[in-house]
């Protein structure tokens, strides 16, 4: 996308966003929109973050939210990566209601801005053996701008080798693929962070109803927000919000998928370099798996 190309569309996007402002605030009221939170979702790379920000973004048809329309706080319209500068004042741009997403780690100043009142954020988590699965298909076969794009089809043309790459790590000239465990320890702080709702992928595809019961009863109490729909019509609003193959990165989505291409050797590699993540993460109860 040209430069021009991309301050365009930000522009016209901002214009809606304010537009779609104005039309909340008219339908419930100033002060109701004042009291609904800033409604955030936050992930790993290829963790569910687009099916969480579809189900938060369904409570723009329970009371008064936002959809800005924008792209993840941490990314221009170009999908460029934007420095920490810029990340926090997209994060203070946003005003009460809104609703958004990002891949924001966990370390300061985010954990506590994401968590002070105002604010409902909620964390996904993804079993990490099919988040690896996910992340060497999406590179390979979806993204074609990603910077491991052309090595992984070219040098690391099948996927044993590919997965061998996101699960250990590889350098390449300047490049560096940071290894699964390193990339997970970046995230792990907002699971024990106070204020801030963890789901995981898994019960969102598996057991979406009660899970989207603890989202629905997490919002409400991080504002005085009018909830407009009996909870039972609520939760189907959230739901029917879930439309996984509307998501530009969806390919399968299938928790478990990992048993289809994790060989011996993987296994035991996945092992050596996680060492017990997938037990603090609550997947395993040991290493015999």
Do not use: C
């Not at 940071?178 to 997970?184: A, P, T, V």
């Not at 919002?219 to 909830?227: A, E």
């Amino acid at each position: 996308m040209h430069p021009w190309e991309a301050r365009l569309r930000a522009r016209a996007k901002r214009l809606r966003w304010r537009w779609r402002r104005w039309q909340v605030a008219r339908r419930y009221g100033r002060d109701a929109l004042q009291a609904a939170p800033r409604l955030f979702g936050n992930a790993q790379t290829k963790s569910g973050s687009h099916l969480l920000y579809q189900v938060l973004r369904g409570f723009t048809a329970l009371g008064p939210f936002v959809n800005p329309g924008l792209p993840p706080v941490n990314r221009d319209e170009a999908n460029r990566k934007l420095p920490p500068t810029a990340i926090q004042a997209r994060l203070r741009e946003l005003r009460p209601g809104d609703v958004a997403y990002g891949y924001l780690p966990g370390r300061e100043p985010y954990l506590t801005w994401l968590s002070s009142p105002g604010w409902a954020t909620v964390h996904i988590v993804r079993d990490p053996r099919d988040v690896a699965v996910s992340h060497a298909f999406y590179i390979a076969d979806m993204q074609p701008q990603h910077e491991w794009h052309a090595y992984f089809n070219t040098v690391a043309t099948d996927l044993p080798s590919r997965l061998r790459i996101v699960i250990a790590g590889h350098r390449e000239g300047d490049r560096v693929f940071e290894d699964l465990r390193s990339r997970y320890e970046s995230y792990l702080a907002w699971l024990q962070q106070p204020g801030v709702l963890v789901v995981r992928f898994e019960d969102l595809r598996l057991r979406p109803r009660p899970t989207l019961q603890r989202i629905l009863h997490f919002v409400r109490g991080r504002g005085t927000w009018p909830l407009v729909l009996p909870e039972d019509q609520a939760l189907d609003a959230l739901q029917a919000a879930i439309q996984p193959r509307k998501s530009g990165t969806f390919r399968r989505g299938q928790p478990g998928a990992w048993r289809e291409h994790f060989t011996p050797d993987l296994k035991a590699l996945f092992k050596e370099v996680t060492g017990d993540l997938l037990i603090r993460l609550g997947y395993e109860r040991d290493h015999d798996w």
